[in-house]
């Protein structure tokens, strides 16, 4: 196991940390930011980009390309991704295992929400496409994440693991694995041991083909409720357990705490990205 | 491979989510509640961002009740939150809870417009076209006038509406006596130029004059007909200003 480039930690940047990210001094080594916010050719957005990229390394998180539509990735939205991405040359670039572009009313529509794919043959076919598509558009390989979801889409013929890891297999992609997701969808599918059910998750997935790990916490609710990933709440005693596990099984991989809602301070936000610094750094020396 | 019937039939399974999802008059099971939910904060998020007056102005109680209006007429479709909710305006004239407070119309207008002037990429003015003044005769030159500027004209004092509301935290903290009488004493139009400087979108009153200079150069006229039928206009100062905030692409040369 090495502890090298890919013992780094990050945060997700939102717009009430941009003054303490961007002039005091942070141990972080990469922030990711929500691609579709800075689509704007001009203006301040443009501006802070390059700010932002003087600072850190960059991680492009796309929340829109709606990678497992069947009616396939918006041309428009594809060639203005490609475009920031020439722009700000990103370090990681990535998105979700979701669609998004449909019709509604006799028009083309985007929900405006990542939803979820039926883990399906077909699903896997036009989702390989897609991927396809864009990794060539973009000339740069993605990661894509699980995702949670909270309605079972259609009757699964492929595990979500076996989906995948097939995408992987077929399209040269790597997985960005959101570890609160997991613990999230094992809620919500009535497990007494979401942590187990998480792990057990984890091992069917091929270490090599993890690019990224998300790192979140969600409000709590009692086991009878929908627990949602809101992104607003520190990372859990089962997410840090469950990152040790996954830093384990796969080695260090880029690291990065995502937090939405109802935001902590800038210094808070950064201690969460320590902690998961300090495990990788515990991991890495055990095993040696 | 898929058969194009397999494309159809999933393309179709995945609308009638996006149908339940959009639609929320439908009743709904707690899963899909939950990404209705998301949807009409997202949605609302959006709007507030975009119009943050009108979110004084109205409350964020109704800005959420248009939101969920706007999703069902006007959805979202480029995947970037910041280009939806143009059609705002549009719904405000509509909504007759709205229709006493005539000037939010026009509100929205502005917001939407500053909203997009402060998103564009400034064009980059081509000096070397300047020398058309001094070496083509002026009824055969053009002005070209930025397409990153815009101009609003309204009925109502909108622009001493607009900076009342935009650094107020609490809409309590207003000064509505105030207001009620700017409101109350303004007479005729009123016309807003919006532009860009140095990354932010800026607004400052056009007089009638300044107004109709800019129809007369939008509508295509020559140098020397905007000097012809506007003699009060000092264009070496216009011209000036222009070139400073970036009001105008270049000068162009036509014939008869």
Known sequence: MTCSKNSVVGVGLRYPHYEMALNGSSSIDFVEVHAENFFAEGGITAVLLDDIRSHYKLSLHGTALGLGSAMGVNEHYLERLKHLVERSDPWLLSDHAAFTWSRFNHQDVHAGDLLPLEFSHQAMTVMAENVDRVQQRLGQKILVENISQYVTFHPATLSETEFLVSLVERTQCGLLVDLNNLLVNAHNAGCDDPLSYAKAWLREIPPHSIGEFHLAGSTPVPASEILVDDHAQPVTDSGWSLFRFATELAGPRPTLIEWDNQLPTWPELVQQAERARAIIHEVHTNAH | ?256
């Open chain 2, 1 to 256: 491979m898929l058969t194009d019937l397999e494309r159809k039939a999933l393309q179709n399974r995945q609308r009638q989510l996006v149908n339940n999802l959009f639609d929320q008059r439908k009743p709904a099971a707690n899963g899909l509640m939950v990404y209705r939910n998301s949807l009409l904060m997202n949605a609302a998020r959006a709007l507030s961002l975009t119009y943050p007056v009108m979110t004084q102005l109205i409350g964020e109680q109704a800005m959420t009740i248009l939101a969920r209006e706007l999703l069902l007429n006007h959805p979202p479709h480029s995947g970037d939150w910041a280009e939806w909710g143009g059609e705002l305006s549009d719904l405000v004239r509509q909504t007759q809870a709205l229709a006493e407070m005539g000037f939010l119309q026009d509100v929205a207008r502005l917001e939407w417009v500053l909203h997009q002037v402060g998103r564009a990429s400034p064009a980059p003015i081509d000096v070397t076209t300047l020398q058309h003044l001094e070496q083509i005769p002026l009824n055969r030159v053009r002005i070209h006038v930025s397409p990153a500027i815009a101009r609003i004209s309204s009925d109502y004092p909108l622009e001493a509406i607009w900076r009342a509301h935009r650094h107020l935290a609490h809409s309590e903290s207003l000064d509505h006596r105030g207001l009620a009488e700017a409101v109350a004493d303004h007479q005729g139009e009123s016309h807003l130029l919006i532009y860009q400087q140095s990354a932010v979108p800026r607004i400052r009153p056009l007089s009638a004059l300044e107004n109709q200079w800019f129809i007369d150069i939008q509508r295509g006229l020559s140098v020397a007909e905007l000097l012809d039928r506007h003699p009060q206009m000092d264009f070496a100062q216009w011209l000036s200003d222009a070139i400073a905030h970036r009001l105008i692409t270049h000068l162009s040369k036509h014939f008869f």
